[in-house]
């Protein structure tokens, strides 16, 4: 690890370190200081929900079975909260309450008792010991909106007692955010925090100091989260739709109780749309860049359906580093950045100048994904570089991930320039950009460039992946280096093949693009599709190899060839 990557990792090592301290003081003194929060004497208002709710999970609850997190749990009669759960990513989902909107859907008074007993439980069981996965700031914050936003659900024909237990767990774990929302994880987990203590303000009594101090919080996140591009600092596509699922509800509220906006809100939230439009794909589904998992076209039109900002998608994000290629109705979206920290690293993918590839409805190149209710071995492999459509290196990440415990996953080495050139291509209004990083300079002395260009009819794209010394000039024949440009395969496209130097993939509706090139054999390979909303499943994919002892540079053609609906 170089001197600068050693100094970054320590920073943030001493920052989890403080974090972690944090919260044990901040546990300490909400538990044993009861006099430190006040209880509400009554709710102002319930927010809205933009999330899509389905009544068959809350006939499931009803029956004592929870669906949630990829795995569903039968309780066998007992408290879902009280016995062992079948994953961590089962656990945060439960005791985020983020189910309660299902319940609500089904506009029934059996439910909405029980969901008032469930909340009970929760109460009894692990409103009063902060520990665990139940008191993660992140779950906490999600539990904060989900029993402000369903109140009515669960206080519904409820006594004066259980009235009075919801809001004295509720001030409880307001309090305990507001002490640890400082040394929250960066990212979207503190702009969350900010976010549920802002709706607390609103939907509970709150003086005007208080009104106040929550929007100068949220306005300071947002500024400082919300890049000028309305991308967000994770460079995670899908962290945009999630905090405007959170951040419009908030903005109605504070409209409807007539309360000042925060300031930075509405140009956040209008710098955000733009950017989400930008990763959208042409079928409605947003592409898989940095964490991103599968998005459903319904997910993403409920918050689009509010953009006020429509107009078409821009060629770059330069604060979030990507660029689009887009003609006709083909659309190339690509990564060309880096973390902008060692904390931001924490879930981001070593997935430099990886490329996604639609047209019409379907997408056809992309990464791979993350895998949305997945154990961390998962998580880990969805990182590396061979899960995304680019080149590998001697089976190398373009950019390392630590092993360190207490630091976490972070980016040790790897990726730390970029150059890119954006270029019209010829005179009928072609398109494309020559971009390169130095991700394997330190281990191999390599620096891989890729050039992309789209026709101005949409219908070829020609790409040229080339592995040099860092001055530029060819690297000397070596038969020790290994390189392979991949390219992942939607599980819905079907691969064909022509013969070794061409495939063509085949959309369900006959819609069929060619990938041909004379300078490698093109394999099919198995694959794994980490983001699909039913789970991970096998895939394909197709690889080149750069043949050792000769040029380290490959060129190829995507080309369309039927028009959808043809044979």
Same mark, same amino acid.
């Given at each position: 690890m170089s001197v600068s990557g050693r100094r970054r990792y320590l920073s943030h090592y001493m920052g989890e370190t403080r974090r972690r301290f944090s919260r044990g003081f901040a546990a300490f003194r909400v538990t044993m200081m009861p006099g430190l929060r006040r209880t509400p004497k009554s709710l102002v208002v319930a927010p809205t929900d933009l999330r899509a709710a389905d009544p068959f999970i809350a006939e499931e609850i009803a029956e004592g079975r929870f669906p949630l997190a990829g795995r569903a749990l039968d309780t066998h009669g007992y408290s879902p909260f009280s016995i062992e759960l079948p994953s961590k990513e089962f656990a945060s989902r439960l005791h985020s309450f983020s189910w309660l909107r299902h319940i609500r859907a089904t506009k029934s008074d059996t439910h909405y008792t029980i969901a008032r007993q469930l909340t009970d439980e929760w109460i009894a069981l692990h409103g009063k010991r902060i520990t665990g996965i139940a008191w993660d700031a992140d779950v906490t914050a999600q539990r904060i909106v989900a029993w402000l936003s369903h109140s009515t659900v669960v206080l519904k024909n409820a006594d004066v007692n259980f009235y009075r237990r919801f809001l004295k767990s509720l001030a409880m774990q307001i309090r305990y955010l507001e002490l640890t929302a400082r040394h929250a994880p960066d990212g979207e987990i503190r702009l969350r925090i900010r976010i549920a203590l802002a709706v607390a303000t609103v939907s509970l009594p709150a003086s005007a100091g208080r009104l106040k101090r929550a929007s100068r919080d949220l306005d300071r996140e947002l500024e400082r989260q919300i890049l000028g591009d309305g991308g967000h600092i994770s460079r995670n596509p899908r962290t945009g739709l999630e905090l405007l699922f959170d951040l419009l509800p908030l903005r109605q509220t504070y409209v409807n109780l007539g309360h000042d906006l925060p300031a930075r809100l509405m140009p956040a939230i209008d710098r955000m749309y733009p950017a989400l439009r930008f990763f959208r794909h042409q079928g409605g589904e947003l592409a898989l860049f940095n964490g991103a998992t599968?998005?459903?076209?319904?997910?993403?039109?409920?918050?689009?359906?509010?953009?006020?900002?429509?107009?078409?998608?821009?060629?770059?994000?330069?604060?979030?580093?990507?660029?689009?290629?887009?003609?006709?109705? =083909?659309?190339?979206?690509?990564? =060309?950045?880096?973390?902008?920290?060692?904390?931001?690293?924490?879930?981001?993918?070593?997935?430099?100048?990886?490329?996604?590839?639609?047209?019409?409805?379907?997408?056809?190149?992309?990464?791979?994904?993350?895998?949305?209710?997945?154990?961390?071995?998962?998580?880990?492999?969805?990182?590396?570089?061979?899960?995304?459509? =680019?080149?590998?290196?001697?089976?190398?990440?373009?950019?390392?991930?630590?092993?360190?415990?207490?630091?976490?996953?972070?980016?040790?080495?790897?990726?730390?320039?970029?150059?890119?050139?954006?270029?019209?291509?010829?005179?009928?209004?072609?398109?494309?950009?020559i971009v390169s990083h130095d991700g394997y300079a330190e281990p191999f002395g390599l620096i891989h460039e890729r050039t992309l260009q789209i026709n101005a009819a949409g219908s070829q794209i020609r790409g040229n992946d080339r592995l040099a010394l860092e001055d530029g000039s060819d690297p000397p024949v070596s038969t020790e280096t290994r390189a392979?440009?991949?390219?992942?395969?939607?599980?819905?496209?079907?691969?064909?093949?022509?013969?070794?130097?061409?495939?063509?993939?085949?959309?369900?509706?006959?819609?069929?693009?060619?990938?041909? =090139?004379?300078?490698?054999?093109?394999?099919?390979?198995?694959?794994?599709?980490?983001?699909?909303?039913?789970?991970?499943?096998?895939?394909?994919?197709?690889?080149?190899?750069?043949?050792?002892?000769?040029?380290?540079?490959?060129?190829?053609?995507?080309?369309?060839?039927?028009?959808?609906?043809?044979?």
């Open positions: 599968t998005t459903l076209a319904h997910e993403l039109m409920s918050v689009l359906r509010y953009d006020e900002t429509a107009g078409k998608p821009f060629r770059a994000l330069p604060h979030m580093h990507y660029q689009r290629l887009a003609a006709g109705d =083909t659309v190339i979206i690509v990564d =060309t950045g880096v973390p902008i920290s060692t904390s931001m690293s924490r879930t981001a993918h070593a997935g430099c100048l990886s490329f996604e590839m639609s047209s019409g409805k379907h997408r056809f190149v992309i990464n791979s994904g993350a895998p949305r209710f997945a154990g961390e071995n998962y998580r880990q492999l969805a990182r590396a570089t061979a899960a995304h459509s =680019t080149v590998t290196v001697n089976d190398t990440s373009s950019s390392r991930i630590s092993k360190s415990g207490m630091a976490g996953p972070v980016f040790s080495e790897g990726v730390t320039r970029i150059k890119l050139e954006r270029q019209e291509i010829g005179d009928d209004g072609g398109d494309g950009l392979v440009a991949r390219f992942h395969i939607h599980p819905q496209i079907e691969i064909r093949e022509v013969d070794e130097h061409e495939v063509r993939l085949v959309a369900p509706d006959g819609e069929t693009w060619a990938l041909s =090139t004379l300078d490698a054999a093109i394999r099919v390979e198995e694959d794994v599709f980490f983001a699909d909303p039913s789970g991970i499943r096998a895939s394909q994919q197709l690889e080149l190899n750069f043949e050792p002892g000769e040029s380290l540079e490959i060129q190829w053609v995507l080309s369309r060839i039927a028009s959808a609906g043809s044979n």
